[in-house]
Every structure is written in C-alpha cells, then in structure tokens.
C-alpha cells in the first residue's frame, strides 16, 4: 500500500485528496486498488507516507502489535477498515486436513525487494518518458530483476522467470515470454540508454540527497567468448580479467562518493587508459550538466599531465595517485620534510575484531600542488622486495660496466659518465643513496652506499603519492578522498561478479552495449540497496541479502473441503525472522501480493 495525492482544479480553488491505494494483481497484470479516501487529510511529510501506509496494511490484514499507531493513524485505519468487504459464510468452510497440499511454490524474496527498489527509483517512469510501451517497460522490468537476482542470458530468462514469482508480481503475461522478443527488446532500449542514465542519476540526486561535489572515474575490461567478428569495438589489448587471449571492450564508470553511478560508456578493447579522460568528461558532463568546483580523483593510469589539464579546463580540481615513477622523483625530498601524522580507521561494524592496517601520511607543498606521501604498513614487505631487487640490479649493471671499463671496451671518459647517467636514470629509486664515481687516475670505477640515506629511505618502503590542486585539504581528508576511489572498483567487482556482465556471448556491437547497460541498471538497484542498509548501520552486501532474502516464497495452498470443492488460495508464505528484518530495514512491504482464491470441483 501507498498514498497517493490527486488534485482537482475548480473554478476558484483546487481541490486536494489523499488516495490509500494498493497493487493487486489481475489477469491483466498489476492494478492499483483505491483502499480508502483520507479526503484533504495531509498525512505528515511526504518522505513519511510511505512507512505510515505500511503501519495501516499491517493494521488491516490482522497483525497482533503495530508500532507508533497514533491518533492519526488510528483513524486511517477505521476508514480502511469500513471500506473492507464484510466475511462471507464461504470463507469459513471445513477442510479435509489430511488431504491439505501445496503446490507451485516460487521464490519471491529477491525479485519482490528488486521490484521494490526499481519502482523507489522510478526506472519504469523513465522508460515511459523514452516513449516505450507497456509491454516494452515489462520486459525490460524482467530482464533488469533477472540480472539482479540471478543473472542468464536472453535465451534461459523465460526458464528462470517460471521458477520465481516473477510473474506473480507482474502479472501472468510474463509467463509467454519467448526469447525473441527478449532480444528485441535490448535493440529497443539501445537508443534511449543515455536519457534513462541522465534521468535516473537525477531521480537519485534527489531520492537519497546525493551530492555532486565528487566524481570517482576508472576502467575496467570485459571479455568475449567467440571472435566478435560483428563488433569492431572488440579489440585485444591490456586484460584486467588476465584473458588475453580473448577479444574485449573497456568500460569507463563515473560514480559519486555514495557509488551511485552517474555516467558509463563503452570504449574499444585496446584503447589506452589515460586517452578517455577527456571524452569521460564530455559524457559526464551530458549526463549531469556542467558543473563547477568538482573534485575528480582518477588513479595512475590516468595520471599525466594533459589529463590533469583537461580537467581544470573543465573547471573541476583533480586528485591523483601519481605515477610509481613521479613517486620515486619526490622521496629525497620527503625523507626529511615533517612528521608522520597517523590516520583514524575506525573497524568494520560487522567485524569489530578486525584488525585495521596502519596509515600514516605526510605533506609536501610544491607550487600548486599539494603532495601526500602515504605509508601503508600493508605494502611496506612488497616495496621492500622491490627495492631489495631493483638494487641487485642497480650492482649488477654496475659491475658490468666496470668490466667494459677493464677491458678497454669503453675508454673515453664522457661516454663512461653518460653510461653512470642512464643507470641513475633507470634506478632512480636506489641510485640516490649510491655515490657513483669514475677515478680517472686509476681509471677504475668506484661506488659506495651512503648507509644512513638509504637507512631512511627503508623507512618509506610502502608509500606511495597522492597530488591534488585543490587547496585546504589537510593530509587525512585527501587520503579519505582517494580510498573513495574503491567506491568504483567495488561497482565493477559487483557488474562482474554477482551481476555476472562477463563474459559476453552477443556478437553484434549495439547488444553488446546494451547488455552492459543493463547491468548497469542492476547495479543502480544493487547500490540503492545496500545503501539503504548502510544507513541503517548494516554493513551487508547484496549477495548477502539476496541468498537470506531466497527462502522467501509465493505458494499456492490446497484445501480439499468436505462439500466436495477445492479451495486454493495463492499467498507469500510467513517470512522468517531475517527476512522480516530486511524487510523492515529497507522499508519494503512484507505483504508482496494479495491473497488470490479460486474454487473448483473437487476430483473423483
């Protein structure tokens, strides 16, 4: 149930009345069902009304104990109560107990809190917007829930939706639904991907109060199985999936710091990380407007210069984790600048116990930058075999050269310095706690290790550099920033995996396209989702929720009478405690449909 408000104009006023109204299904799909008429009765803000028609359905279909029913709730429930149809002498009959059956039992949970959430989020309004039918909005509704709960292809959907009460919640229709038109369907919501991404993004701005101070951009692949040869975007190039041997396509996402997705798009399989920062740009700016004093954080990959530029020409400020090699550049002068300031991790509330890894970090004001050196006591045991390494090396070649210069190979004393040039530019993380000479008297080559140097540079093994034009920041709050960045990798891990996007089986480009988009509309439910439950202090991924949410089911009840009928009563089951619980948590009715009862004769 939910309230709805209607408006009348007249010739000098208009006329307000509030409407509780509830879906139920028909033979012609979902309807809505006016309960009762609360007349110009404004029932409390509107962010409100949603959780007080849940407080009057659970009133009305007989729940011992509802919470906070005041005054005004109390009489909302009288009024809905006196519209109720009287019980009829044929609702109370005698059963045969023993012959008592069920049957057509069909998971509900999952697709009941999908369905819940892509209405909440008003993907089917933006469909309609696109001018879609309603047989178009249907099956797109189908195919979003499918990838969302249990993600197939086109051609083992119509399978999957007989196995859950999709088509209970729908409406019967789904229940013919051929794989053809599920093909059709995708090269019909191909040319509206962009408007349903714009308005969906500005739907949620506004639903959970999101802001646009903060865009979170990266990459990854997904791969091909077959050789795509109808899609000129698959291409072989840079594997995030380590299939390299299979065709691929970059996709570029733009969340904002909640991981609400903003803006997505599809690039050639070999297209080079740093070449789309400016095009992501252009879309971005499409999707959401132009907006001003934006901070856009970007990892390595996209690090350089003219990316940096592009983006202060939009007029938004930058943060970056500089390249391995720009790090190198700036140790020496972050091995005497300043003290360590230790960042606050608080623990996960799902595990306590955990234990958090130490960061600490440091600063370094450098024209209109500002550096952040950060030390992960993670990383310091893999930085330290790198180094361990790369000085191994730097002796190594070292010595060769010394050899060249015994043997007479290389004589002339300026080839002898650029030849210790190249190897101070190839180790530049090493080489500068080596003193590195050429003794022309003796014409031998010398080195020695300045111990205390390299004693300090040891102490930032696992470091690694944070830069950023935006000023004001304190050292902790641009560590906080960029870890935001995970916010986008945590969207891919969920396309991928729980979504399934990967592999992709269509051949020709624009399904291709389509297919992604639709993941992406599962994972507007999935972040809206578990969203909904970070708020309310539960840590719990979609996965997670899902598998609880499955021992929930729609069944239909047999009850052989002693008058010779059959009495069968589709219903959802009593949920368990936990699915009651999420329930409540995500503010989704656990009333998915009402009771449907059919008579027939009883067989011989």
Excluded at 9 to 31: D, F
Excluded at 61 to 66: F, S
Excluded at 104 to 114: D, I, K, M
Excluded at 136 to 156: C, D, F, T
Aim: aromatic letters at 6%; proline letters at 5%.
């Amino acid at each position: 149930m939910y309230i709805r408000k209607t408006t009348k104009k007249g010739p000098k006023k208009e006329y307000v009345n509030y409407l509780l109204v509830e879906s139920v299904s028909t033979p012609k799909g979902p309807r809505q069902k006016t309960v009762c008429s609360l007349g110009d009765l404004a029932p409390r803000p509107r962010e409100e009304w949603l959780q007080l028609a849940r407080k009057v359905e659970d009133a009305l279909v007989g729940q011992e104990r509802v919470e906070g029913l005041d005054a005004e709730t109390e009489a909302i429930v009288a009024k809905a109560r006196a519209r109720q149809a009287p019980i009829s002498d044929r609702e109370i009959v005698a059963v045969q107990v023993d012959k008592v059956e069920t049957e057509e039992l069909r998971q509900a949970g999952p697709v009941h809190v999908g369905l819940s959430f892509y209405n909440r989020l008003g993907v089917d309004e933006e469909l309609a917007e696109c001018g879609l039918s309603g047989r178009a909005r249907l099956l797109a509704k189908a195919m979003v829930i499918n990838r969302l709960v249990h993600p197939g292809s086109e051609y083992a959907m119509p399978d999957w939706i007989d196995r859950t009460a999709l088509a209970d919640l729908l409406g019967p229709e789904l229940r013919e639904v051929h794989v053809d038109s599920l093909y059709r369907n995708l090269d019909r919501l191909y040319p509206h991907r962009q408007q349903i991404e714009q308005g969906l993004a500005e739907r949620e701005k506004n639903l959970f109060d999101l802001d646009d101070t903060i865009y979170l951009y990266d990459l990854t692949s997904t791969y091909f199985e077959g050789q795509a040869l109808a899609n000129p975007a698959a291409q072989r190039g840079y594997s995030r999936d380590s299939r390299p041997d299979c065709k691929q396509v970059v996709v570029g996402l733009v969340v904002d710091r909640e991981g609400f997705p903003k803006a997505h798009e599809i690039f050639d399989g070999n297209r080079v990380d740093s070449t789309t920062v400016g095009e992501m740009l252009e879309i971005l700016e499409g999707r959401v407007g132009k907006k001003n004093d934006a901070l856009v954080v970007v990892d390595r990959g996209m690090a350089y210069d003219h990316n940096l530029e592009e983006i202060q020409k939009k007029g938004h400020d930058y943060l970056v984790a500089a390249r391995q090699s720009e790090r190198d550049e700036w140790l020496s002068e972050f091995e005497g600048v300043g003290q360590w300031t230790e960042v606050h991790r608080e623990n996960s509330p799902n595990n306590p116990f955990q234990k958090k890894t130490r960061i600490r970090v440091r600063r370094l004001e450098r024209g209109q930058e500002t550096l952040i050196l950060c030390l992960s006591d993670d990383r310091i045991e893999k930085d330290r075999a790198i180094r361990t390494k790369k000085e191994n090396r730097l002796k190594k070649d070292l010595e060769k050269l010394s050899q060249r210069i015994r043997e007479g190979r290389l004589k002339q004393v300026e080839k002898i310095h650029q030849a210790i040039g190249r190897l101070l530019e190839r180790y530049p993380r090493v080489a500068r706690y080596y003193h590195i000479d050429y003794d022309t008297a003796s014409g031998g080559l010398a080195w020695s290790e300045n111990a205390e140097r390299k004693r300090v540079a040891e102490t930032l093994d696992g470091s690694y550099l944070l830069k950023t034009n935006r000023k004001g920041l304190q050292e902790e709050e641009v560590w906080r920033l960029y870890s935001l960045l995970t916010r986008a990798e945590n969207a891919f891990r969920s396309m991928k995996s729980p979504l399934s996007e990967r592999p992709i089986f269509h051949q020709l480009k624009h399904r291709v396209e389509t297919h992604i988009f639709l993941c992406v509309l599962a994972y507007h439910l999935l972040v809206a989702i578990e969203h909904t439950l970070r708020n309310q202090g539960v840590y719990t991924s979609w996965p997670t929720v899902r598998e609880t949410l499955s021992t929930h089911h729609i069944v239909t009840v047999v009850l052989p009478t002693e008058q010779g009928e059959t009495l069968r009563i589709r219903k959802p089951a009593t949920p368990d405690p936990q699915v009651a619980q999420l329930y409540r948590l995500l503010q989704v009715s656990p009333n998915l449909m009402k009771p449907i009862k059919t008579w027939s004769a009883t067989p011989p």
